[in-house]
Structure formats: structure tokens, C-alpha cells
């Protein structure tokens, strides 16, 4: 019998967007260890923060219902919100789109840096399953984290499973939130 893949520190920005990616990760790759990671600053207001937290914790807890090995993952949510993160680098960025660059920027770096504390060799990101996100854009940033930290970024466009992720949420019921996350978002359509 082959080892299971290495295993994987896996960013993750909500419940919805992590159901389709973790069970890729789970169902290709038995036994494969996969840390859950929940670090998303750019989320407001604080309850709308703490309701997508509690739907990865319901996500996480609901994987047997699934049919998944719940055993080979680990739910980290000890990263407390760090909304001020967002204000002092994010926010001040000059449009839209370079907002959503140096947001990206923050979540993968930190998650990178996290992977690289906790020695795990691969880090991802639920980002890359949603179509409403700028895909290149994390990808790339995700690349920068890559070599700054020297973990290597597991890329994989989870775009392809919308509507099997979408399945998967609404048999959950998982609370599925309607925008981004920052409320800035609100104002010019990022
Ligand atoms: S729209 Fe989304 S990705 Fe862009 S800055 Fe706001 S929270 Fe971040």
C-alpha cells in the first residue's frame, strides 16, 4: 500500500466553499492528513465573522454524514479575528481590485506562514472553489506565499465542483452568506 499524500494545511474562508475541496482532498487521498484552518480578517461585521466560523465547525462535525473520515482531519478555529488587519493594510488599498489582491495576500500568507510553524509541506485554500473571487489573483498570491515561506501552494481550480459543492451545503443546511465579506464590497461592487 502506497503512504497517504503529505499532508495539507487547508485555508479556509467559509463552510460552503470548504465542503466540495475537502472532499476531494479526503476521498482522492484516504488517511491523508488535512488541517482545517480558519483565518479570515477581511469578514465584517464580527457576527457575520463568527456565523461562517460556526458553519466550518458544523461542516467539520457533519463529515461522518457525509460518508467522510472525519479522523484524518483537524478543525483549527484558535486564530481569534483580526478584523484590524484588514483596516490597516487591505482597506487603503487604491480600488477594488487591489483591495482584493492585498486580501488575499493577508489570509495566504498567514496560511502559509502557519503551514510552515506546523511543518506541513502543502498548503490550499477554499478561495479557489468559489466563481465569484478573482481566481488568478489568488493563485498568484498564493505563489508569492509559496516562496516567501517555502511551502509549496497544492493548486486545484474547485471551481469545477459548484454545483456538487452547492449539493453538498444545501444537505447540510449550512448557513450560506450572500456576499463577500468586507463591507466595502458594498459600496463599489468588488
Ligand atoms: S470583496 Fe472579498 S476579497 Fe475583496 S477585499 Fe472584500 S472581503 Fe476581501
Known amino acids: 500500500?502506497?503512504?497517504?499524500?503529505?499532508?495539507?494545511?487547508?485555508?479556509a474562508c467559509c463552510g460552503p466553499c470548504a465542503a466540495y475541496p475537502l472532499r476531494e482532498l479526503l476521498e482522492r487521498s484516504p488517511g491523508r492528513e488535512i488541517l482545517l484552518w480558519n483565518y479570515n480578517p477581511n469578514i465584517q461585521p464580527?457576527?457575520?465573522w463568527?456565523?461562517?466560523?460556526?458553519?466550518?465547525?458544523?461542516?467539520?462535525?457533519?463529515?461522518?454524514r457525509l460518508g467522510l473520515d472525519a479522523g484524518a482531519v483537524t478543525l483549527d478555529l484558535s486564530a481569534p479575528y483580526d478584523g484590524a488587519a484588514f483596516w490597516r493594510g487591505p482597506a487603503g488599498a487604491d480600488g477594488p481590485s487591489e483591495r482584493c489582491r492585498l486580501c488575499y495576500r493577508l489570509r495566504l500568507r498567514a496560511a502559509a506562514r502557519e503551514a510552515a510553524a506546523r511543518a506541513y509541506p502543502l498548503f490550499s485554500t477554499t478561495l479557489l472553489f468559489s466563481r465569484q473571487q478573482k481566481h488568478e489573483i489568488i493563485r498568484e498570491e498564493a505563489l508569492r506565499a509559496q516562496e516567501e515561506?517555502?511551502?509549496k501552494f497544492h493548486?486545484?481550480?474547485?471551481?469545477?465542483?459548484?454545483?456538487?459543492?452547492?449539493?453538498?451545503?444545501?444537505e447540510l443546511d449550512l448557513y450560506r452568506q450572500n456576499y463577500c465579506g468586507c463591507v466595502l464590497a458594498e459600496t463599489d461592487g468588488a
Open 1 to 11: 500500500m502506497s503512504p497517504p499524500a503529505p499532508r495539507i494545511l487547508l485555508h
Open 46 to 48: 464580527t457576527a457575520e
Open 50 to 64: 463568527r456565523r461562517r466560523r460556526d458553519a466550518l465547525a458544523f461542516l467539520f462535525h457533519s463529515l461522518p
Open 149 to 151: 515561506f517555502g511551502v
Open 155 to 170: 493548486y486545484e481550480d474547485f471551481r469545477r465542483g459548484r454545483r456538487e459543492g452547492i449539493r453538498l451545503a444545501q
